[in-house]
């Protein structure tokens, strides 16, 4: 719901009625991931996507119809397959897609506002909503999970107590999925789907080297929703009127900030780090700290004499094989990139590959699902 969740608290305030269709679960090739959302706003206007164009049509429907009638209940709906229980539309993709759609007020949703206040915030917060089945009392019922509380229940405390345990979870995995109980709670049953939309603040990309192709890189990790940071110890060249698309540029040696930001807890499983320095002073005291970190990536410019010359230092100075496993050098992927954009699309794309289980590999030359579930189940 992050997608549309800014007009949908306009109308939220005003005290109007919306309709939202979120997807919640997928198959196959599915164009969106769960957590896309599309709003109905109540003069007709449509904002967001929940399939990238293949059935937009049925599901403004629904959502324009769920959100008019006053008592209307939410619908779980699968599109995608033809049989009883489905609209028999398919998506151009091949996949399969559900979407929950609800009808959204300050009457439905109450805790919207302070969903709102937090995401602005950056504050993890999580929504976790009951989709099936529909012939439950829980059904509809919604639970806002923060670090240290809660708002709404879904009538037990035992299924209270689960579901914020287990969103919690999903937060500081920064994950979106669903999750199944027992009637009251029980994680051996399955009666109940609970939807957990996770509000996670942005991932990290810290960009160390302030040279032309980090700003090319910042750019592309900005375009793809993380958080940029450049860092550089030579003030003269990191500087934001260098890097207008970085969330911050810090002046720092990159070990000592790197390590400053690892103490704060600020580094974490989602993060990505690409060391553009090519400078042993700068490169080795902080790839010695950096692969012994539990992060997502972590890249190293430099040349094929400068990758094994750095491996020589980092094995003197005690790491093991599996540590030096971890780094991706020389950075990204063999696209015959040259300039400083072409570069930073394919070290964007080597960071896209690791994180689904890609193979970089032409699409063209291979069979089976183009998408995959990813290492960590992403």
């Known amino acids: 719901m992050r997608d549309v969740l800014d007009d949908l608290f306009r109308g939220w305030a005003s005290g109007a009625v919306a309709g939202v269709a979120t997807v919640v679960r997928t198959w196959q090739s599915a164009p969106r991931r769960p957590g896309a959302s599309m709003l109905v706003a109540p003069d007709g206007e449509a904002v967001g996507s929940v399939s990238g164009g293949c059935v937009e049509g049925a599901v403004y429907e629904l959502a324009t119809d769920v959100a008019a009638d006053p008592g209307a209940r939410p619908v779980l709906q699968r599109y995608g397959v033809s049989d009883d229980d489905a609209y028999a539309i398919g998506l151009t993709c091949g996949g399969i897609i559900?979407?929950?759609?609800?009808?959204?007020?300050?009457?439905?949703?109450?805790?919207?506002?302070?969903?709102?206040?937090?995401?602005?915030?950056?504050?993890?917060?999580?929504?976790?909503?009951?989709?099936?089945?529909?012939?439950?009392?829980?059904?509809?019922?919604?639970?806002?999970?923060?670090?240290?509380?809660?708002?709404?229940?879904?009538?037990?405390?035992?299924?209270?107590?689960?579901?914020?345990?287990?969103?919690?979870?999903?937060?500081?995995?920064?994950?979106?999925?669903?999750?199944?109980?027992?009637?009251?709670?029980?994680?051996?049953?399955?009666?109940?789907?609970?939807?957990?939309?996770?509000?996670?603040?942005?991932?990290?990309?810290?960009?160390?080297?302030?040279?032309?192709?980090?700003?090319?890189?910042?750019?592309?990790?900005?375009?793809?929703?993380?958080?940029?940071?450049?860092?550089?110890?030579?003030?003269?060249?990191?500087?934001?009127?260098?890097?207008?698309?970085?969330?911050?540029?810090?002046?720092?040696?990159?070990?000592?900030?790197?390590?400053?930001?690892?103490?704060?807890?600020?580094?974490?499983?989602?993060?990505?780090?690409?060391?553009?320095?090519?400078?042993?002073?700068?490169?080795?005291?902080?790839?010695?700290?950096a692969l012994r970190l539990p992060v997502a990536y972590i890249g190293a410019m430099g040349s094929r004499r400068t990758h094994d010359d750095r491996l020589a230092r980092l094995r003197e100075d005690g790491l093991t094989e599996a540590e030096l496993g971890r780094l991706r050098s020389p950075i990204g992927l063999d696209l015959g990139a040259r300039t400083p954009e072409e570069t930073a699309v394919s070290i964007a794309a080597e960071i896209v590959a690791l994180r689904w289980g890609g193979t970089g590999a032409v699409l063209s030359d291979t069979a089976g699902p183009i998408h995959r579930a990813g290492p960590l189940g992403h």
């Open 98 to 289: 559900e979407v929950f759609v609800e009808q959204v007020s300050r009457e439905t949703f109450p805790q919207l506002g302070e969903v709102v206040t937090a995401v602005r915030a950056g504050r993890p917060v999580a929504v976790a909503t009951c989709i099936a089945p529909a012939d439950s009392p829980r059904f509809g019922h919604r639970m806002v999970v923060h670090g240290d509380g809660t708002a709404g229940t879904f009538g037990s405390a035992r299924l209270d107590a689960a579901v914020a345990d287990d969103a919690r979870g999903l937060l500081a995995a920064g994950r979106t999925g669903m999750l199944h109980y027992g009637p009251d709670g029980e994680r051996r049953g399955d009666e109940l789907a609970v939807f957990v939309n996770s509000y996670a603040p942005p991932a990290r990309m810290i960009v160390f080297g302030a040279i032309d192709f980090a700003a090319a890189v910042a750019r592309i990790g900005s375009f793809m929703g993380y958080h940029v940071t450049v860092c550089d110890a030579r003030a003269v060249f990191a500087t934001p009127k260098r890097f207008p698309s970085a969330d911050e540029v810090v002046v720092e040696w990159p070990h000592r900030y790197l390590e400053g930001e690892a103490s704060a807890q600020r580094i974490d499983g989602r993060t990505v780090l690409c060391v553009l320095t090519h400078d042993p002073k700068f490169d080795v005291p902080l790839l010695e700290l």
